[in-house]
Nanobody
Framework: VQLVESGGGLVQPGGSLRLSCAAS????????IGWFRQAPGKEREGVAC???????FYSDSVKGRLTISRDDAKNTAYLQMNNLKPEDTAVYYC??????????????????WGQGTQVTVSS
C-alpha cells in the first residue's frame, strides 16, 4: 500500500503547479483524498479534500486558487495550484481515508500517507 506524490518544485509567485498523488496496492475509488501541507516551523494543515463521492472541500487560505480532483481510472488524485504565493511554500502530502467525508477531516482520521513533495514559491 503506497501513496506517492510528485509535481513539486520551485515556482515564481503567481505561477502554477500541479501535484499528483498516485496510489498503489489499493483502489483509490473507495477512499477520500486529502492534501495537507507543512511549512517550516509550522504545524501540518489540511488544505483540500475530495470525497469518495466527488464532493470537495478547501481551507480558506487556498480557496479559489487550489483545485483538487481525482481520476479513479488512473488511481490518482491531483492538486492544481494557481496564483501561488510565497506563503504556499511547504511540503505537500496526500492522504487517503476510507469512505465518504464531509470536510477536510483531521490528520489522525486518514489511513495512508505519502512521503511528501516540496513546493517552493520564490522569485
Amino acid at each position: 500500500v503506497q501513496l506517492v506524490e510528485s509535481g513539486g518544485g520551485l515556482v515564481q509567485p503567481g505561477g502554477s503547479l500541479r501535484l499528483s498523488c498516485a496510489a498503489s496496492g489499493f483502489n483509490l475509488d473507495v477512499y477520500s483524498i486529502g492534501w495537507f501541507r507543512q511549512a517550516p516551523g509550522k504545524e501540518r494543515e489540511g488544505v483540500a479534500c475530495i470525497s469518495r463521492d466527488g464532493s470537495s472541500f478547501y481551507s480558506d487560505s487556498v480557496k479559489g486558487r487550489l483545485t483538487i480532483s481525482r481520476d479513479d481510472a488512473k488511481n490518482t488524485a491531483y492538486l492544481q495550484m494557481n496564483n501561488l504565493k510565497p506563503e504556499d511554500t511547504a511540503v505537500y502530502y496526500c492522504a487517503a481515508k476510507w469512505g465518504i467525508v464531509v470536510s477536510i477531516m483531521e490528520e489522525y482520521e486518514y489511513d495512508f500517507w505519502g512521503q511528501g513533495t516540496q513546493v517552493t514559491v520564490s522569485s
